[in-house]
């Protein structure tokens, strides 16, 4: 069990697209409530979903305000208590900063990504460091959109998360890596499981 706050953090800049250019990416309506659902399950202490385009604040402000109303609340009980866990940020500096003030500390910054780091760390050894009594630093693990998250974050990072592969593997010698493309969502629900999950 993880003896640390975490937050699941979902970036929609800085995002690469197919062609690997930098770009900010829309947000998907699905990706609030089933992430949300995922962090409420695992125990995430909050769900940043951060993006800089005021218009896309808010559209999701107006989602967030319908799941709050008292009409949901009455008939749609437990997606009102998921969402009560998502906050919008304009930049990753603006999450940081949140959580800063709610643990006097900045977090330990995590990267999830598909493909594979040398530096990366394993579920199982991750899952052991947050369930050791001698740290209560908060984390964020952050989850990308497009064709994932630019390397002009990787200053942010601290911990890199090895992918999650399915029966073909990582790549090997001579050997192409299996197909591992989840859509974020699942990725979120699969990575929490493995930190948190009984
Ligand atoms: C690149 S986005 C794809 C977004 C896409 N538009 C969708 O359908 O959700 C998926 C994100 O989920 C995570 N992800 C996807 N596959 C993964 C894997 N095999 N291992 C670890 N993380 C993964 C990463 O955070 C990645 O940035």
Not at 50 to 60: A, G, S
Not at 129 to 151: H, M, N, Q, Y
Request: charged letters at 25%; glycine letters at 8%; proline letters at 7%.
């Amino acid at each position: 069990m993880s003896l640390r706050p975490f937050y699941v953090v979902l970036l929609h800049y800085p995002m690469v697209n197919r062609n690997g250019n930098l770009v900010t990416t829309a947000v998907t309506n699905m990706d609030i409530h089933d992430i949300a659902r995922s962090s409420r399950t695992f125990g995430a202490k909050g769900y940043f979903i951060v993006t800089p385009i005021e218009d896309q604040h808010e559209l999701v402000g107006r989602i967030l305000a319908h799941w709050r109303s008292d009409h949901s609340r009455e008939y749609h009980p437990d997606r009102v208590e998921a969402v009560s866990l998502v906050r919008l940020a304009k930049s990753f500096d603006e999450v940081k900063a949140a959580i800063r003030a709610e643990h006097g500390e900045d977090p330990e910054v995590v990267l999830t990504d598909a493909r594979p780091f040398p530096n990366s760390i394993s579920y199982s050894d991750y899952r052991r460091e947050l369930g050791r009594p001698d740290s209560k630093k908060p984390v964020a693990i952050c989850f990308g959109t497009g064709w994932g998250i630019s390397d002009v974050f990787y200053p942010e990072v601290h911990r890199i998360l090895a992918p999650v592969y399915g029966p073909e593997g990582a790549p090997r010698e001579g050997v192409a890596p299996g197909y591992n493309h989840l859509s974020v969502r699942a990725a979120v629900a699969i990575i929490l499981d493995r930190l948190f999950g009984q």
